[in-house]
């Protein structure tokens, strides 16, 4: 079972407890100053019997430990408060997020390619460079690992352009 406490320095442990011959012990599983998701995951990798992100949630509230905002949330706060600003969106990114919100992300969606499209630089927007590297580097080897259908060493030949088919 997993819990939060409060330590000495400010900030907070998740810690687990279970029995073992000489009485119930507990281990820590992570320190922290603000329960985030990522404090979440690393928690719940090491706990033996895993908690779920809201039983963590609860614990660091009921311990007074501060709880970071969902992703999602805050993002959403921060474009708010730009737009109420007087900040605008490009045009692009005002419709896609417009429609994202509307409808929602859907992977069985029908629309038009456009759309379609659209949703797959979605997903992309906010990648790292280091998701982004990690991505080029599948692709590579994907690559790499096609057959080369037996023209190695021969030239590439493309169709003729027949300006005379206009």
Same mark, same amino acid.
């Given at each position: %079972?997993?819990?939060?406490? @409060? ?10 407890? /279970?029995?073992?011959?000489?009485? @119930?012990? =507990?281990?820590? +599983?992570?320190?922290?100053?603000? &329960? ?9 990798? !090491?706990?033996? !019997? ?5 039983? *963590? ?12 905002? @969902?992703?999602?949330?805050?993002? #959403?706060?921060? *474009? ?6 007087? /900040?605008?969106?490009? @045009?692009? &990114?005002?419709? %896609?997020?417009?429609? +994202? &919100? ?22 992309? %927007?906010? #990648? ?5 590297? !990690? ?6 080897? *994907?690559?790499? #690992? &096609?057959? =080369?259908?037996?023209? /190695? ?9 027949? =300006? =005379?088919?206009?």
């Amino acid at each position: %079972m997993a819990f939060v406490v @409060p330590t000495r320095q400010g900030s907070f442990e998740v810690r687990e407890s /279970r029995n073992t011959p000489k009485g @119930p012990r =507990s281990r820590t +599983l992570v320190s922290f100053r603000e &329960l985030t998701d990522e404090v979440v995951q690393r928690a719940r990798e !090491k706990a033996t !019997k895993p908690p779920s992100a809201e039983e *963590l949630r609860r614990a660091a509230r009921r311990a007074g430990a501060p709880v970071a905002r @969902p992703p999602i949330e805050q993002a #959403a706060r921060e *474009l708010i408060a730009e737009l109420a600003r007087g /900040r605008r969106l490009n @045009p692009t &990114l005002h419709q %896609m997020l417009s429609e +994202l &919100l509307q409808r929602g992300y859907r992977e069985d969606g029908e629309g038009s390619p456009a759309n379609e499209a659209a949703r797959s630089v979605a997903i992309w %927007m906010a #990648a790292t460079p280091e998701e982004r590297g !990690k991505a080029l580097v599948d692709l590579l080897l *994907l690559a790499d #690992a &096609l057959p =080369s259908s037996g023209r /190695r060493g021969k030239p590439l030949l493309f169709p003729r352009l027949d =300006s =005379s088919d206009r």
